[in-house]
Structures are given as C-alpha cells and as structure tokens.
DNA sequence: GTTCTCCTGTACTGCGAGTCCAGTTGACAT
DNA sequence: ATGTCAACTGGACTCGCAGTACAGGAGAAC
C-alpha cells in the first residue's frame, strides 16, 4: 500500500514515537523534521505549533484506539451473542492484540498529555476527557446489558467498572513502560477479565 | 511543628506541587525559586540540576508511599489475623485515606517520570523500576498468604496480581486527572477490592 | 502563464537550563 | 577577634529550542 504517507502523516507518525518514547517536551522539532526530512518551516507550515501537533496526536491516537474497540468488541459480539461471553472473548482478543505488538503499547498519549498537561491548551485537554467519557459510556452500556442477564455478584458501580477498562490499560502501560516488560499490559487485562468473570458468573455461597 | 522546613525540603514541596500540576518540563526552576523565595544560585546550591531534582522528588514520594503502604496494610492486619479479611480491609483504608485527599490525589511522580523519560538518567529510571518492583513483591506475598488458606476461584498469576494494586492506582489516577473528578481513584481501589474479594471467597458453582 | 499548495532558507526574538565565579552573611569554634 | 564553613546572592555568559517573519522556489492544475 501507501509506500508515501503525505508529510503531516509522516511527521505525526514520527512524533507519536518519540514523544511515547521520550516525552512530548524532550522532543524537539528540530529532531522531528530532521527524521521526516523536511525543513522547520516545513513544519509550521502543517502545524501552527506545538500544540497544534499535540492536539493532531490525540485525535489520532483516540482514533485509533476507538477503532480498535469497535474491531475487538464487534468481532467477539459475533462470535458469540452473549454479552457476557462476548465481552470476555473481546477482553481476551485485546490482551492478545497488545501482547502482539511489536515492542509492546508504546504508550498512551493519553496519559502522556495528562502528565504535561500546562504545555497543552483547553482544547487538548478537553478532547483528553471526552475520549475516557466516550470509553466509560462504551463499556458502562456493556456492562449493563451484562447485568441486566446475570446479576453481579456484588453490588457495583456500572460507572467504576466501565472507568476500570480505560484505567486497568493507562495502569498498566505505565507499569509496563517503567519495567521494560512486554507482557504487562496484556497480563492485567486478563486480570480485568477474571474479575469480569467472576463478578457475573452464575455461583452459589459455599455456606448458607 | 515544623514553623520552617529547611530550604531543600521547601524546594521540593514547591516542586512537587508543580510538577504534578503542570509537568516536570513545564515547570521552570525560575518560577520555583520565586516561590520558595529563594534565588536562581540558591536552587543550584542544593541540587546540580533538574535531574537531582527529580531523582529527590522521586525518592521522597516513593518513600511516602511506602509509608502510606505499611500504615494502611500494618493497621488492616492489627485489626483483623485473617489475611484475606486484612488486605479487604486494607484496601479499603486506602481507598478511604485517597478519598480523603482534600484535593484528591496530586498525581503519581512515577507516572510523570514515566512518561517523560529522556529527561531523567538511568539512575532515576532505575529507582522507578526498583519501587514498582517492591510494590509487586511487597502485594505479592500478601496474596500469597490468602491464596494458601483460600485457594482463588480462578487460576491466577500472582505477579500480575501485585502489580494490579500500583497499576489500577496509576490507572486511576491518570483518569482522575483527565477527568477532573475526586471519587475516581478510590472508586477504582474498591473495584479492585471487589475483585480481591470474589478471587478468594468461597464459593461453589451453581449448577453440578 | 497564473495561481495554489507545499514547501526551503535565513534571520531574528525570547525563554529557560546550566555554568562560572566573586562576594556576602550568620553561626559556631578556638 | 579571628577564622572558617555552609548557605546562600548577583551578574554575566553560553546554548538549545520554540516561535515569528518573510522572501522565494518547484511542481501540478486550470
């Protein structure tokens, strides 16, 4: 396919992967275009300015992320209609799709913009929030759907449970980044799913 | 008690303060000396650079943690032998103690440093990885002891397990950022409780 | 052959990190 | 009283990077 992505691609492709691996201030432009191999004006032409490159990041990378949900999710819904089955299909696929990564989740830009969050202007942070809203109301409706068929084990909050998924992943790239380890991500995600599992499995109290 | 906390002690409180609100980057030593009060030449007497900066915050917040840590889970086991009904206990404190925030929790110094690498030396890394490393150790052997008197429900890795603690804390609290609200972060310890809770309990399936 | 998009090149401002160093101030020691 | 040491201040400097301004070029599109 696209053997030349146009160069607003090519230099958010690159900046992604510096600023996960570096941090968005430790990034210079100056490096940027020296790895996309244009000129700085050649920059400002696409980006009015660091913010400007910021914000393009995030929409981008919440894109993509939401994409990712809609295929895992939506394959598992097929594979099995059960919503509880279904999420647990889906929360496996996930945890395969990030082990597979090459070099493990680069990191979330996410959480990268949260903890550098005075270089970013409202609109950044504001596109930052709508994106862990938009994930909570996605997997709160699912989860709903779930208890609505097999009631939860223990009294929980549908809100808590849909934040967890966001916040089990945002958890566990940032352990798996500061470790170095590749399996992290996609170990915690499981956990998620056996606490899934258990929390809407049918069972019985051993006492009565 | 303390009318005057030395001058470095004073530096890093201001800091600290800083760097979780804005980003390590994003905050000059300029404005930090303003605070303090003291000048540009005092801050460099006290620390060589950014980087003794940051590797001082870090060992001062994670030394705080741990603290928070043996506190929370010392008080957990006074009250009750039982090692599953201590760390239910536990985890409740904590989540009660992180509630209690008065402007919910600041932000995790590890997170920011992950997140912002280039900036820090090995060593900084290091002792980044070295805390998460005790954290998993540390939650580890506590599920130990529960899983030798209450075998889990479902097979478990008990490594993942130790590092759900740290990563569903780092989690929520990048969410508790991004969103602006106060109850995230404990509501997500006491997700994570009610995990705990249904993994060790027993129970039998409700059909043979 | 004009116009538009997508650049390049140069030259500039301004800020913040970090260095160097000379000098001050107050406490405490002898 | 004298010396000395820790904890600073003040000023001057370098350097790297963000951002601005603007003039101009190359190629496609009409």
Known sequence: MSGKPDTKTHILNV???????????????????????????????????????????????????NALFDDVFGRARELNDD?????????????????DLPNGHPGCVIAAAAYQDRLFDRGVRELNREAIL??????????????????????????????????????????????????????QILQLRTYVKLLFSPRAPVSA
């Open 15 to 65: 900046a992604e992967k510096a600023v996960l691996e570096k941090g968005f201030e430790a990034t210079s432009i100056e490096e940027i275009v020296a790895a996309v191999g244009i000129s700085r004006s050649g920059f400002f032409y696409h980006f009015k300015d660091k913010n400007a490159l910021a914000r393009a990041m995030l929409e981008r990378y919440i894109d993509a992320e």
């Open 83 to 99: 919503p509880l089955h279904a999420m647990l299909i889906g929360l496996k696929l996930l945890a395969e799709v990030l082990a």
């Open 134 to 187: 938009a994930w909570r109301a996605r997997f709160r409706a699912m989860f709903e759907e779930i208890a609505e068929r097999y009631p939860p084990a223990e009294p929980v909050d549908l809100d808590a449970l849909g934040d967890m998924v966001s916040g089990v992943a945002e958890g566990a790239i940032v352990l798996q980044k500061v470790l170095g380890e590749r399996e992290t991500l996609a170990a």
